[in-house]
């Protein structure tokens, strides 16, 4: 079975700080995908970022960056130098590469506020 | 480019009515199309998915069922709403056979009362 776990319910920061989000996934797969996705308040999400399990090199996009461990089956994010744009429900989720169609494996979300 | 329209917004129903949602894709051809359900403070559940016109996945059962009648739409129906059925209705496609994100609509927010 799989299962993703996004321990943090809430997270609540000032601006400008750093704060990362967690995300620790089950899987018996060997070849799979995580990604991340941002719910703003109007309540679509937003793709962010894909990365499959071969590739564990850290990404960095501007103020995001991912952290990919698959000793520890973990895929944390963290936004640097935060900002009150940024506050939204991000989710965590994994898929098996596999063919036909591709069921996404959500956590439960963390909810990130800014604070200005 | 692709876009992906999901209505209404909001809905707001009585228990034991009926329910029918809509998903329309544009800009692309055979997607594979899915409906996930987020249920206040909890993560999204897939509903079902269908990988072509007709052909329907259902992952949990459900007082819902899905139809796709045509190539690029997505319709998810309930003869009978339950107060359990409220929650924030997201339809999203995916390219097939390929290893891509899933693209989500703006989603409906149902409240049965």
């Known amino acids: 079975a799989q299962k993703v776990t996004q321990a943090q319910t809430e997270i609540s920061v000032v601006e400008k700080e750093d704060v990362t989000l967690d995300c620790v996934y089950e899987?018996?797969?060997?070849?799979?995908?995580l990604f991340w996705y941002k719910q703003p308040p109007s309540g679509e999400l937003v793709f962010l970022i894909r990365?499959?399990?071969?590739?564990?090199q850290n990404e960095i996009s501007g103020r995001y960056s991912w952290n990919f461990q698959k000793s520890t089956s973990s895929f944390n994010f963290t936004i640097t130098a935060s900002q009150v744009v940024d506050s939204a429900v991000y989710f965590c989720?994994?898929?098996?590469?596999?063919?036909?169609?591709?069921?996404?494996?959500f956590g439960q979300g963390t909810r990130l506020t800014i604070n200005p | 480019s692709q876009t992906i329209h999901q209505w209404p917004a909001t809905l707001v129903q009585p228990v034991g009515s009926p329910l029918s949602l809509e998903c329309t894709v544009e800009?692309?051809?055979?997607?594979?199309l899915y409906w996930y359900r987020q249920a206040a403070g909890r993560g999204l559940q897939l509903l079902f998915y269908?990988?072509?016109?007709?052909?329907i996945s259902s992952e949990v059962p459900q007082n819902l069922s899905a139809s796709r009648p045509q190539d690029r739409q997505f319709i998810l129906s309930s003869k009978k709403l339950l107060l359990s059925d409220s929650g924030f209705y997201l339809c999203?496609?995916?390219?097939?056979?390929?290893?891509?994100?899933?693209?989500f609509g703006q989603g409906t927010r149902l409240t049965v009362v």
């Open positions: 999203a496609w995916s390219v097939p056979h390929r290893n891509t994100e899933a693209f």
């Open positions: 899987t018996r797969d060997t070849t799979y995908y």
């Open positions: 990365r499959n399990s071969f590739d564990e």
């Open positions: 989720a994994l898929r098996p590469i596999i063919q036909g169609a591709q069921k996404l494996v």
């Open positions: 800009g692309t051809s055979n997607p594979n």
């Open positions: 269908s990988v072509g016109i007709g052909q």
